[in-house]
């Protein structure tokens, strides 16, 4: 009998462990779920089969979902979410005024004090940090450089070399255009906002003068009427010839589909096209920089602090959402994101080694030319009108014909009066 309820114990305990074994694995397959908001879609397969694999191997308790909007889209769609509390645990960032915003009307919660941060030097931070340096509100992730983008077969069928004057590069596209194979600029107007990123921000840099002219703005000492930024708009106007039958109505996913066919030749490009280009084009390609203006030695390009991701100030799952993010501020993520999205430059003080020859060109430009960012990202942007978007719609203007740089000047500055009024030393 005494052996019978020993072994009766036995049996109770072993099933009670048994139980406990299995309440604990069921707990673990309730893992949390995290959502990211992005405005990047054409990462998705990346996110999804790369990064976010590589984040749950090691984190088998949080679950991770990418869900970006149309980058059109992003910034109206995730303020109504945050404001209708629906939006992601984990908010990708757009540098400097946008995302300060969110951040100072609640929306962004404070990172200070999250591991990981101190991989990061004052200049990566500072498009995601508040104007008195104190508080940081993204964990900063990638910069893109732009230039050209260019079909390799197609140069060589042509007979062209890569230009690096303006002169050379008017000359090659006039080649293009007569030679008739193929469209010379693989660039539309219809969402505005490549106009003025992939065109204006392009270019400009060479007639300001890239950091020098940028902050004379926010100081006020200099205009966007200006020369600089008159003659950017002229060379911008001689892109209209050599752009896609109908580039009012030509969209950005069919400018790339016109690139990545091989129906044309140049495409005037953020780094960031990279991987997607990589994935799609059966031609070789190659990159070069902005070409320089008549008489100019120096070269500037605009490799601009792009993407971050912060806190959701109002997030159910805060404690995993932090956990991910000390992740995107750790060397491992800095170089898996690199170069399973090469374009994509770290902004870590740790060199990151890149393997794709495309993208290893555009960061080689760092070490030819001075870098700056957009010019509409800090200050500028703060009031009304957004000076982006009036960027957006001038640029559109010019190339499509329906405005002349005069007109697009004046109009961005007397934008800019109407609020904005810095103080002069």
Known sequence: MRAGRKLGALLVGIIAIAIAIAAAASAQTKATTITIESWRTDDQSIWDTKIIPAFEKSHPDIKVKFAPTAPTEYNAALSARL?????????????????????????LASLNGLSGLSNFGSVAKSAWITDDAKTTFCVPMASVIHGFIYNKDAFKKVGIAVPKTEAQFWAALAKIKKDGSYTPLALGTHDQWEAATMGFQNIGPNYWKGEAGRLALIAGTAKLTDKPYLNTFKSLAKWRPYLPKGASSVQYA????????????????????????????????????????????????????????????HSKNATAAKTFLTWVASPEFGSLYANALPGFFSLQTKPVSLKDPLAKTFVSWRGQCKSTIRNSYQILSRGNPNLENELWATSAGVLNGTMTPAQATSRLQKGLNKWYHPKKK
Not at 88 to 96: K, L
Request: overall charge positive; aromatic content about 12%; charged content about 20%.
């Open 254 to 313: 069919d400018a790339q589909n016109l690139f990545t066919s091989g129906r044309a030749a140049i495409y005037p490009a953020g780094s960031w096209e990279i991987a997607g280009f990589t994935a799609k084009a059966k031609f070789k390609m190659g990159a070069f920089k902005p070409p320089l203006p008549a008489g100019q030695k120096t070269c500037y390009i605009s490799d601009h602090t792009d993407i971050a991701m912060g806190l959701n100030a």
């Open 83 to 107: 404001k209708g509390g629906t939006a992601g645990d984990v908010v990708s960032c757009r540098p400097f005024d946008e995302s300060l915003k969110l951040y100072q009307e609640g929306y």
